[in-house]
């Protein structure tokens, strides 16, 4: 199938399927290990914060917000937690396809240790999910954690990558029929994907199955222009590495140019010297920028 059309507007349109397979292939672009060695070294580092999270943290684990086998959350709760904390809700990244909650647990450390309660999350990802039952699944998980901690201080989502779409597609969400509304005061959309037309296009779409309309239907660059803030004073903060791919570039500063334009509180973040899976792998370190900048809006120290 080929969705490209006329390139006007749309710069990945005129590029050859090679190169519009090596733009979205983020461990092509890492500078410091090959692609297999990068993609080895973050799922390491992920299970191995994970598993040092469950061994020292307070935890309630795989619990389930829904009936399907894949809806469950992990909680890590401060040590000494007040009746009133901050919620960071973390959802993980791999095109849709990959990657787990059990090895998502970068900032649990950190963030803990500062009174800050943590959230992973799971879903169903592809081939066993859809992309509309995935977006379905975050937006329930929210109302979940909500509905268990009602005096929360703020929930505050993060998505990394393929994460960062479902929790910005939660910046549309139609909460009335949860019967719940979430205290959400912020969000961390991380080296994300926001236009997914361009994915229909290379080798990431064969277990997803996406059509036209189903990309559209999940591309929050498509649908934000068409909403008002609900909350304006939320922050969304729209972060990429310096050597995240052109493309991914491209769409986090594209998509945060679209949410200044709706009205949104939006701020843009290029880190240095970080590539697509260092940005996440660094949350482990308390004084990694990334972290501190998670912190300084939770506390709002601006």
């Not at 040590?79 to 787990?100: D, I, L, N, R, T």
């Not at 994460?163 to 969400?173: I, K």
Request: include cysteine.
């Amino acid at each position: 199938m080929d969705v490209r059309g006329d390139a006007l507007g749309a710069p990945w349109k005129s590029m050859s399927a090679e190169e519009l397979e090596n733009q979205y292939s983020p461990s092509r672009w890492v500078v410091r290990l090959g692609a297999e060695e990068a993609l080895r070294t973050y799922t390491q580092i992920g299970i191995e914060a994970t598993r040092r999270a469950r061994a020292t943290r307070r935890s309630l684990l795989h619990i389930p917000y829904g009936d399907s086998t894949g809806e469950t959350l992990d909680i890590y709760l401060p040590h000494k937690a007040p009746e009133a904390f901050p919620v960071f809700m973390f959802v993980h990244g791999g095109y849709w396809q990959c990657g787990s909650k059990d090895e998502s647990a970068f900032m649990v450390e950190p963030l803990t240790a500062q009174g800050v309660a943590v959230v992973t999350v799971a879903y169903d990802i592809a081939p066993r999910g859809s992309l509309d039952q995935m977006v379905d699944q975050v937006t329930r998980s929210i109302a979940f954690v909500q509905k268990r901690y009602p005096r929360n201080e703020g929930i505050y989502l993060c998505g990394h990558s393929a994460g960062a779409q479902l929790a910005a597609m939660m910046l549309l969400a139609d909460w009335t029929e949860l019967g719940v509304t979430p205290n959400l005061k912020g969000f961390f959309l991380v080296s994300g994907v926001y236009d997914l037309e361009p994915i229909l296009c290379t080798s990431q779409n064969a277990p997803l199955h996406l059509t036209l309309e189903d990309a559209q239907r999940n591309s929050p660059q498509l649908l934000m222009a068409l909403t008002q803030p609900a909350d304006p004073t939320c922050h969304v903060l729209v972060i990429v590495g310096q050597h995240d791919s052109p493309e991914f570039q491209r769409q986090s500063r594209e998509f945060y140019q679209t949410l200044c334009q709706g009205g949104w509180k939006a701020a843009f973040e290029e880190l240095r010297d970080v590539d697509h899976f260092e940005i996440i792998e660094n949350l482990t370190q308390e004084d990694y920028v990334l972290t501190q900048i998670i912190l300084k809006t939770i506390f709002q120290e601006f």
